[in-house]
């Protein structure tokens, strides 16, 4: 699988039952506040590099190789 340049850059992830369990906590709640608009999440994973990431689904789906990909400039 392919992955771009050296892979290193971080890669925010959420877990589906996590989304799915933030959107009906928003559904169920009252409407925001005009001053609380906004909703972050916050990725605590070390090592969630893209080439890691990709590494986990070629292990897990394919072959389980990779390869760097240069992007155009």
């Known amino acids: 699988m392919p992955y771009l340049g050296v892979g290193k850059n971080q890669v925010p992830t959420v877990h589906v039952k996590d989304l799915a369990r ?3 906590k928003i559904y169920e709640s009252k409407p925001p506040l005009p001053d609380k608009q906004y909703i972050f999440a916050v990725d605590n994973t070390k090592k969630n590099s893209q080439k890691r990431l990709i590494a986990s689904i070629s292990n897990g789906i ?3 190789l990779l390869e760097s990909v240069d992007y155009p400039d």
Do not use: L, N
């Open 22 to 24: 933030m959107v009906k």
């Open 62 to 64: 394919g072959t389980g």
